[in-house]
Antibody
Framework: QLQMVESGEGLVKPGGSLRLSCTAS????????MTWIRQAPGKGLEWVAH????????YYADSVRGRFAISRDNAKKIVYLQMNSLRGEDTAVYYC????????????WGKGATVIVS | QSALTQPPSVSGSPGQSVTISCTGT?????????VSWYQQSPGTAPKLIIY???NRPSGVPDRFSGAKSGNTASLTISGLQAEDEADYYC??????????FGGGTKVTVL
């Protein structure tokens, strides 16, 4: 069945780094774009970044550009989010999802990973 | 990358219809038919309920419908049920190859 499982969550000090991983199963990972979306406590959804199926193109929200990096390993079916220079406002639940850029939607979501910057 | 504009809350009695608006710009909603809607219950991940303005994924009840006119999209829930009480988010792809979400709307079933 289609599934995403995030890992790597944790508590980190301001200025620190953390890497989230998302392992996919149930579909042909290498054929699909992937994305990270976050949700701060009590707040709405915020798109963070997405990456092409081939790993050649990546796009970022202004709020994280230059600090975060999205990447993927198609052999392992994992998408990563490397987060550097973390700030308090990066505290959130981070979801990975399969994204169809042509249609503009995310159809399969993980359960989320909690990142606390404090 | 300004968020799309949604009303913070809407409410209705069981059986009634409610509509949630989602207003963007010519750079996002107005540019493409790449508008989607997500339902999120407390403590759970969002769930896709509408994609490409008006299409429903398999398993989503047909009481959920979507539309778009110019820079504004809308989600209508017809025949409101208790289980529809949740937060709803719109999203659009943009001309900058990014995504933008609305601030979310809490639907309350009275």
């Amino acid at each position: 069945q289609l599934q995403m499982v995030e890992s790597g969550e944790g508590l980190v000090k301001p200025g620190g780094s953390l890497r989230l991983s998302c392992t996919a199963s149930g579909f042909t990972f290498r054929d699909n774009y992937m994305t990270w979306i976050r949700q701060a406590p009590g707040k709405g959804l915020e798109w963070v970044a997405h990456i092409s199926s081939s790993n050649k193109s990546a796009y970022y929200a202004d709020s994280v550009r230059g600090r975060f990096a999205i990447s993927r390993d198609n052999a392992k079916k994992i998408v990563y989010l490397q987060m550097n220079s973390l700030r308090g406002e990066d505290t959130a639940v981070y979801y990975c999802a399969r994204v169809y850029v042509v249609g503009g939607y995310m159809d399969v979501w993980g359960k989320g990973a909690t990142v606390i910057v404090s | 990358q300004s968020a799309l504009t949604q009303p913070p809350s809407v409410s209705g009695s069981p059986g009634q219809s409610v509509t949630i608006s989602c207003t963007g710009t010519n750079s996002d909603i107005g540019a493409y038919n790449r508008v989607s809607w997500y339902q999120q219950s407390p403590g759970t991940a969002p769930k896709l309920i509408i994609y490409e303005v008006r299409n429903r994924p398999s398993g989503v009840p047909d009481r959920f419908s979507g539309a778009k006119s110019g820079n504004t999209a809308s989600l209508t829930i017809s025949g409101l049920q208790a289980e529809d009480e949740a937060d709803y988010y719109c999203s659009s792809y943009t001309i900058s190859n990014t995504f933008v979400f609305g601030g979310g709307t809490k639907v309350t079933v009275l």
